[in-house]
């Protein structure tokens, strides 16, 4: 318990908490987005740390998700997620096993990416963007414009994740927005998901945190 500070403690504390009062609430049965959502929840606290078990958390948190998302069509978040947050935890789970900070595998070394990675990071983006917009729109995708907006920042943020970028938790804290949006939506034929809504809340908060967090860490490494 040393490890995390008692704010994060208390972070962690409260997210499971809202997460499990939620899904009693509105859901009741839905047990795979419960998982799901303490899942990735857990695995946004280790992230914030700087530590690899975050990216392990996520490729499970990926596939469930993904599962989540076909029960309502969304094809997008779907696609997204098992086609490629979850394998991009992957390789950011191994770039950031390959770059511990000073040698402790529980923290990771905080990367700068220059102004040319950014302009290419912006164009790949919109290739893969307009790809799954296409993809989308084949399978009947439904909200395919929200849908296709979380492509853009899912796909900003795994880069910045994979690059070990502090940038990469305010990439998730827009998608987090869009995905509030896409459940509300779902929340209006189906008042179950509204339990998905606070879990992306929940979500949007830790990932706020996240940022803060590795900009510190950033700031403490350089000085070291």
């Known amino acids: 318990m040393k490890y995390f500070s008692k704010f994060e403690i208390g972070l962690w504390c409260s997210s499971v908490a809202l997460i ?103 164009i790949l983006t919109a290739a893969v ?12 995708t439904a909200n395919i414009i929200p849908s296709t907006i979380s492509v853009t920042t899912s796909f900003i943020a795994v880069y910045l994740t994979f690059r070990r970028s502090a940038y990469y938790a305010l990439a998730y804290a827009a998608n987090d927005i869009v995905l509030i949006i896409l459940w509300i939506l779902a929340a209006l034929s189906d008042i179950s998901y509204i339990s998905v809504i606070i879990c992306f809340v929940v979500f949007l908060v830790n990932d706020l945190y996240g940022f803060i967090s590795w900009k510190r860490m950033s700031a403490r490494q350089n000085k070291g």
């Open 129 to 140: 963007t307009a790809v799954f917009y296409f993809i989308l729109e084949y399978f009947s």
């Open 20 to 122: 499990l009062i939620s899904f009693f609430i509105f859901d009741k049965s839905g047990y795979l987005t419960l998982t799901a959502s303490l899942i990735g929840v857990t695995s946004l606290i280790f992230a914030a740390k700087g530590n690899p078990i975050s990216q392990a958390l996520m490729i499970i948190f990926s596939i469930l998700y993904g599962i989540i998302s076909y029960t309502f069509n969304y094809y997008g978040e779907m696609i997204t997620y098992l086609g490629m947050t979850g394998p991009m935890a992957v390789f950011a789970l191994v770039s950031w096993l390959r770059n511990p900070y000073k040698g402790k595998k529980s923290e990771v070394r905080v990367n700068k990416i220059s102004r040319k990675e950014i302009i290419f990071m912006l």
